[in-house]
C-alpha cells in the first residue's frame, strides 16, 4: 500500500465552479500534513499546512480527518490559474525528516 | 522571502561528463534536500542534510555524490550519469528537518545523453 494516495483525476470543472478532491494516508503516526501545487514543468510550491481543526486560505479550505487518515482540499469560485495539479505531502512521522508525497491530483479548469 | 535558488536552469551532458548542480538559500534555513522527480511523478527524495551534515541517503548510486560547503548551499556533483537519470532535479529546504514546511527551488532540468 502507498503511504500516500490520491486521485490522479483529471478534475475538469468551470470556472467560478467548486471542485473538492481528498487524499490517504497509510501512517497514522504521521503529524504534519501539506498540500503543494505544482504547474506543468515547474517546482512545487506550498498551498497550505492542514491543522487539526481545519484552515481556510481564501477560496480553499484544506480539512483533516485522523480518525479516517485522509486530508482533503476544496476551492470554490474556481479560477483558470488553479489548473495545477496538486501534491497531497504527509511527513513520515517517525524522526527522519522524511515526506511522502501523494501522486497528484489534476485540476483543469475551462472557461 | 522564501526562495531557494538553483543553477543552471537546464543542463545537458554526456554519459562521461562531470557536471555540478547548486542550490543556495538564504532564509536561515538548517535542512536542505535533493529531490529527482521524472515525468508525471511526484518528487522522490535523494539526500537530506541537517546542519551541513548528510542525515539521509537513499541509496542513491554513488554517481551522484552531494556535498554541503555551508549552511547555505547545497551542491550535486553528477558523474557517469546514465540516460534514465535524466529527470527534473529540485531542492529544497527547511527551518529545520522534521516536522517543518519544504520550500523548493526551481529545480535543474537535466538531459543525459
Known amino acids: 500500500r502507498k503511504e500516500v494516495e490520491q486521485d490522479p483525476g483529471p478534475f475538469n470543472v468551470p470556472e467560478g465552479a467548486t471542485v473538492a478532491f481528498n487524499c490517504t494516508y497509510s501512517n497514522s503516526a504521521s503529524q504534519s500534513f501539506f498540500w503543494y501545487r505544482q504547474d506543468c514543468r515547474k517546482e512545487p510550491k506550498l498551498l497550505m499546512s492542514v491543522y487539526s481543526s481545519g484552515n481556510e486560505d481564501g477560496r480553499f479550505t484544506a480539512q483533516l480527518n485522523r480518525a479516517s487518515q485522509y486530508i482533503s482540499l476544496l476551492i470554490r469560485d474556481s479560477k483558470l490559474s488553479d489548473s495545477a495539479t496538486y501534491l497531497c505531502?504527509?511527513?513520515?512521522?517517525?524522526?527522519?525528516?522524511?515526506?511522502?508525497f501523494g501522486a497528484g491530483t489534476t485540476v483543469t479548469v475551462r472557461a | 522571502d522564501t526562495e531557494v535558488t538553483q543553477t543552471p536552469k537546464h543542463l545537458v551532458m554526456g554519459m562521461t561528463n562531470k557536471k555540478s548542480l547548486k542550490c543556495e538559500q538564504h532564509?536561515?534555513?538548517?535542512?536542505m534536500y535533493w529531490y529527482k522527480q521524472k515525468a508525471k511523478k511526484p518528487p522522490e527524495l535523494m539526500f537530506v542534510?541537517?546542519?551541513?551534515?548528510?542525515?539521509i541517503n537513499e541509496s542513491v548510486p554513488s554517481r551522484f555524490s552531494p556535498e554541503c560547503p555551508n549552511s547555505s548551499l547545497l551542491n550535486l556533483h553528477l558523474h557517469a550519469l546514465q540516460p534514465e537519470d535524466s529527470a527534473l532535479y529540485l531542492c529544497?529546504?527547511?527551518?529545520?528537518?522534521?516536522?517543518?514546511?519544504?520550500?523548493f527551488g526551481p529545480g535543474t532540468r537535466l538531459l543525459v545523453l
Open positions: 529544497a529546504s527547511s527551518q529545520e528537518a522534521y516536522l517543518e514546511t519544504q520550500y
Open positions: 505531502v504527509v511527513n513520515s512521522g517517525s524522526n527522519d525528516y522524511k515526506l511522502s
Open positions: 542534510y541537517s546542519y551541513e551534515k548528510l542525515s
Open positions: 532564509m536561515g534555513h538548517r535542512a
